[in-house]
C-alpha cells in the first residue's frame, strides 16, 4: 500500500509541472493556431532570474530564504512577461494562425534565446536552496515539502485559470477566438488584442512552473527544453488547444513516467509514452478532449 501512495505522489508533483507547463502551451495554441517551440525558453529564463536574484537577496542583503524567493519570483515573472511583449510584438504578431511562419520562427527563437542564456550565464549549472527543507510522511509515503508546494501551487494556478475562462470577459473573449476567430471579430472581439493577452497568460505559466522548479532542480540554459517535449506529448495526447485535456495528458503522461521508471527503467517509459501518442493518433487523431476541425 505504502509503494501505489509513493507512486501516485510522485506522479502529482511531476504532473503538476507538466500541468503548469502544458497549459501555457496549449493555450497560446488555441488562442493563436501557433505552435510554439520557444515556449521552453520562457521556463529557462524564469529559473536563470531566480538563480540569478535569490543568492545575493539571501547573502549581500541578508534576507530570509522565503523573502528571496519571492523577490526572485516577482522579478523571474517580470522578465518573461516583458520577453513575452517583445517576442509577441516584434514577432508572433505577424505570423497569427500561420503553422509555417509561427513554426520557422519559434525555432529561430529557441536558437537565439538559448545562445543568448548561454553566454551570459555560462554552462554551468546552478542550485538554489529550497524554501521549505523538510520530508514529509504520508501514509508511510514521502515527499519534499518543496514538492508538496509545488503541487499546492500548481492545484491554486490552475483552479484560477479555469475561473478566468470560464468566469470572467477576458475568458469568454479567448474562448471565442479559440472556437472561431472571424465569429469572434463580428462580435466586436478585437483579436490582436486577446492573442496578445492569451500569449502572455501562456508565458506567465511557463514563468510560473520555471521558478517553482528552480528550488528542486539543477539550473541549466537548456532546461526549459526537457520539459517541452514532455508538453508537446501531453497536448496532443490531452488534445491540441484544450485547457482539460492538458491537465489530463499532464497526469497521464506523469503516471506513465513514475510507475514505468519504478518497475522497468526511464527508457522504457519513454517509449511507453511515445507508443501512447501513436494509439491516440490512431484512434482519435483530435486528442483526448479536443475537437475535429471542420
Known amino acids: 500500500m505504502t509503494l501505489y501512495i509513493q507512486l501516485l505522489l510522485n506522479t502529482l508533483q511531476i504532473g503538476s509541472v ?23 525558453t520562457f521556463f529557462t529564463a524564469a529559473a536563470l532570474a531566480i538563480a540569478t536574484v ?28 516583458v520577453i513575452g511583449i517583445v517576442v509577441y510584438q516584434f514577432g508572433f504578431q505577424k505570423f497569427l494562425r500561420d503553422l509555417i511562419g509561427s513554426f ?16 551570459i550565464f555560462g554552462g554551468a549549472p546552478q542550485k ?7 520530508n514529509l510522511s504520508i501514509f508511510g ?17 490552475t483552479v484560477g485559470l479555469y475561473w478566468l475562462i470560464q468566469k470572467t470577459k477576458l475568458g469568454l473573449s479567448l474562448r471565442a477566438v479559440a472556437e472561431d476567430q472571424e465569429a469572434a471579430m463580428l462580435q466586436g472581439i478585437q483579436f490582436r488584442r486577446v492573442a496578445l493577452y492569451g500569449f502572455l497568460i501562456g508565458t506567465v505559466l511557463a514563468a510560473i512552473a520555471g521558478a517553482m522548479m528552480a528550488p528542486v532542480h539543477a539550473i541549466t540554459t537548456v532546461i526549459g527544453d526537457e520539459f517541452l517535449i514532455k508538453a508537446f506529448i501531453i497536448i496532443i495526447v490531452g488534445g491540441l488547444g484544450s485547457v482539460g485535456g492538458a491537465i489530463i495528458g499532464a497526469f497521464l503522461i506523469a503516471f506513465i513516467e513514475s510507475v514505468g521508471g519504478y518497475y522497468f527503467d526511464n527508457s522504457t517509459a519513454t517509449i511507453a ?9 490512431l484512434l482519435r487523431p483530435q486528442g483526448i478532449m479536443g475537437h475535429a476541425e471542420r
Not at 509515503?141 to 494556478?157: C, D, M, P, S
Not at 509514452?273 to 493518433?281: E, H, I, W
Open 18 to 40: 507538466y500541468m503548469l507547463f502544458a497549459l501555457g502551451l496549449t493555450l497560446i495554441f488555441g488562442v493563436m493556431k501557433v505552435v510554439n517551440f520557444a515556449h521552453g
Open 54 to 81: 535569490m543568492p545575493p537577496a539571501m547573502y549581500q542583503l541578508g534576507l530570509p530564504v522565503w523573502a528571496a524567493y519571492l523577490i526572485a519570483f516577482v522579478a523571474a515573472l517580470a522578465v518573461v512577461a
Open 104 to 119: 520557422i520562427l519559434s525555432i529561430g527563437l529557441v536558437l537565439f534565446l538559448n545562445g543568448s542564456y548561454l553566454a
Open 128 to 134: 538554489v536552496p529550497p524554501l521549505i527543507d523538510v
Open 141 to 157: 509515503a514521502y515527499i519534499t515539502g518543496q514538492r508538496l508546494l509545488l503541487v499546492v501551487v500548481a492545484v491554486g494556478v
Open 273 to 281: 509514452m511515445f507508443v501512447l501518442v501513436m494509439v491516440v493518433l
